[in-house]
């Protein structure tokens, strides 16, 4: 027994982490849903022409003022979903610059919040060559960053998104169940392959972009919440509004994206992410009228619903009607006494930081997320 633990041992050393055998291929008849199991296809789970269309509204970057007053306030707040209930949103939230009575007052408004990571580092090599330790302290120091000063439950916290898009194959997934997340929203998927969200106890079938390394473990009842490609300017494949590089009017952006999505409408209504960053309303012409022309045009049509990629995840368990379909209305409490820390970062500069409770006594980083 002993020498059979060694060899796994060295084993693991010898084809790097982990040792565990790929995944087998995935069957419908193994893999249901009542057991938290879906295999990865392009199915929807019921008839497409009775499925709602999904849409989720996602930024991953951090909470500031601007952000909040400048574009969430009035594009996302006052809004409703056919059943008169507020649309929802995703938010995956990184550290530096984040102001976390705002994290707080977007959980409240019943807004998913999820995890970016803590330091966002902007080097794909980083998130390429990190450690399970390193994406552990970027993910669940981050999950407790948030929990903490924006004072939300932790169990609450649920999904991920990796900077740069960058998954690191089975180590960052493994990262992320010890963190306590259960899905992700990272992993592309082509227009033309749309994926619904599916679970990683089998073999995914969701093609690996070469920039890419992915999962090919089981990782039971953890889901994938495919980033839904769209296609941009001269029909290139994006992720993000921001890199589709469509120009023109209020009116042509907002055509383009409706086109987006009729044809996923007109298909099999696969759910849609649409990944928002502000710097797309800060560089493109006329894309912030664009965007509320956009959503003001889906906000007449009955069997569509802004929801949380959370949300998603939720239908996917239990997939029902438009006719049948109600948004979730999330009753949150939670206290905020809003104070403003100046803090030390590691590089002896100061950092503001707001929060819902009391200053720490240095500003919270990768390995020190409480600020000890
Ligand atoms: C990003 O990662 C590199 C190592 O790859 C490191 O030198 C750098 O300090 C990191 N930057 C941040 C902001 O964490
Ligand atoms: C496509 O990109 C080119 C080059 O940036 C630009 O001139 C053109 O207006 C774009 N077309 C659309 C439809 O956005």
Redesign the pocket.
């Known amino acids: 027994m002993k020498v059979i633990l060694y060899l796994a041992f060295v084993a693991s050393f010898a084809w790097g982490y982990p040792s565990l055998k790929d995944a087998s291929v995935c069957k419908t008849a193994a893999c249901m849903i009542e057991n938290d199991c879906r295999c990865s296809s392009t199915t929807n789970p019921i008839s497409a022409t009775d499925a709602p269309q999904l849409i989720a509204i996602t930024v991953s970057e951090s909470v500031v003022a601007t952000l909040y007053e400048d574009y969430l306030k009035p594009i996302l707040f006052d809004r409703t979903n056919p059943d008169g209930k507020p649309i929802g949103a995703t938010f995956y939230v990184n550290h530096e610059y984040t102001d976390y009575t705002l994290v707080q007052d977007l959980y409240l408004r019943g807004y998913e919040i999820g995890v970016h990571s803590v330091t966002k580092n902007s080097s794909q090599e980083y998130w390429r060559h990190a450690t399970l330790e390193d994406l552990v302290e970027e993910f669940y120091g981050q999950r407790q960053i948030i929990s903490h000063f924006a004072n939300i439950p932790i169990e609450d916290i649920v999904g991920g998104r990796t900077p740069q898009l960058q998954l690191e194959g089975d180590l960052s997934i493994e990262a992320y169940v010890q963190s306590g997340l259960t899905y992700d929203n990272s992993w592309p998927t082509s227009s033309s392959i749309r994926l619904f969200p599916y679970t990683l106890d089998y073999k995914s079938t969701q093609e690996c972009l070469v920039t890419m390394t992915c999962p090919t473990q089981p990782h039971e009842h953890f889901w994938i919440a495919p980033l839904t490609n769209i296609q941009g300017?001269?029909s290139i494949q994006c992720n993000s509004l921001a890199t589709c590089?469509?120009?023109?009017s209020a009116q042509?952006i907002a055509d383009w994206l409706i086109d987006q999505v009729d044809s996923a409408h007109q298909g099999t209504r696969a759910p849609l992410i649409l990944r928002l960053d502000s710097y797309w309303f800060q560089f493109t012409h006329n894309s912030y009228e664009g965007f509320v022309l956009f959503l003001d045009e889906m906000s007449r049509r009955n069997d569509l619903f802004f929801v949380s990629v959370e949300d998603i995840v939720n239908w996917m368990k239990n997939p029902v009607s438009a006719a049948n379909f109600q948004s979730t209305v999330h009753e949150r409490y939670g206290d905020c006494a809003p104070i403003s820390c100046s803090l030390k970062f590691l590089d002896g500069s100061e950092r503001w930081m707001k929060s819902c409770v009391s200053c720490p006594l240095s500003y919270p980083w990768k390995g020190n997320p409480m600020g000890k």
């Open positions: 300017n001269d590089n469509i120009q023109g042509e």
